[in-house]
């Protein structure tokens, strides 16, 4: 591939398509992109859809900082039933009479799953246990337990309550609900934990993710619109919308991509991953701030 149309170093935002793994989308991304070099911040259900974060050519290189970054979803979730996967995905493995569920139990069964707290991910999950995906011992039949992780659920609303029929005869309730929340967080816990906190049982039967950081659905582009026109973001404004900026001189410029520690001023202290700038513009790193001095997270200058 010549330097003229070689593809461009950025980020994709993709609108994922229901039925899509991450990895397929990434396959698909490489065929449109004419790259083996994509990757993707944060994998996404394949029953869900909305924003798919992937990475390209060096852009790569932000994915994994990306990844931890808060995502914000719009979801509908089932009570009256319980599944093996906690989503639409599994076999029912349970159902209540849900009719009977108030408004006010639904949102005192909401209040414990709001904020900073211990969530037990899917069993069916990719949670590696001892080095096996917890969804490859869960379909080999194995009796385990995956230990609670911390998770941080800012926002857990619900929209809409809506009286429903279960396809075996069963009433259930379905709530229209939006969640913002760290990264790692499972809806679809989320869902069960409300269910059986509210003795009927729950799963999760539709999934939209609607924002990564500030990546959001309105600058997403559908796999047949990237087939159509490839959309890149430059990897210096992806690096400016996802990361507080430090503009630098030619001298600390230099230092920078040669290797050397430089000073960090104190307001990035705690700041997390910094996009370091030139006086051109140019993106040259990543960095933090570790004991006053710049470390180094990866480097594009």
Not at 150 to 170: H, K, L, Q
Request: hydrophobic letters at 40%.
């Amino acid at each position: 591939m010549t330097q003229k149309n070689r593809t461009p170093d950025g980020l994709v935002i993709v609108d994922k398509p229901s039925g899509f793994t991450s990895h397929d989308v990434v396959a698909k991304m490489r065929g449109i992109a004419r790259t083996r070099r994509v990757g993707h911040a944060g994998t996404l259900d394949p029953m869900a859809t909305g924003v798919l974060v992937l990475g390209v050519e060096r852009a790569t290189k932000l994915l994994g900082h990306l990844a931890l970054t808060e995502k914000e979803y719009l979801g509908t979730i089932r009570l009256g039933q319980t599944t093996l996967t906690d989503d639409a995905e599994g076999e029912i493995t349970g159902s209540a009479d849900a009719s009977k569920v108030t408004r006010d139990a639904v949102d005192a069964g909401i209040a414990p799953l709001t904020g900073r707290i211990m969530q037990v991910p899917s069993k069916v999950s990719a949670i590696k246990i001892n080095g096996v995906r917890s969804y490859k011992r869960a379909r080999d039949g194995e009796e385990f337990d995956i230990p609670a992780r911390p998770v941080t659920v800012s926002s857990f609303e619900v929209y809409d309550i809506r009286d429903a029929v279960a396809d075996d005869g069963t009433p259930v309730l379905d709530l229209v609900v939006s969640v913002v929340c760290s990264s790692g967080t499972y809806i679809r816990a989320l869902a069960r934990d409300l269910g059986a906190a509210l003795g009927v049982g729950g799963h999760l039967t539709a999934l939209r993710r609607t924002r990564v950081g500030p990546y959001k659905l309105d600058s997403a582009r559908t796999l047949d619109q990237l087939q159509q026109e490839l959309t890149v973001m430059p990897i210096a404004e992806a690096a400016t919308a996802a990361f507080p900026r430090w503009d630098v001189d030619v001298r600390r410029a230099k230092l920078l991509t040669n290797g050397v520690r430089l000073d960090m001023p104190e307001e990035y202290a705690g700041k997390g991953a910094v996009a370091v700038f030139d006086p051109e513009g140019v993106f040259l790193a990543l960095v933090e701030e570790e004991k006053g001095k710049a470390k180094s997270l990866a480097v594009f200058g």
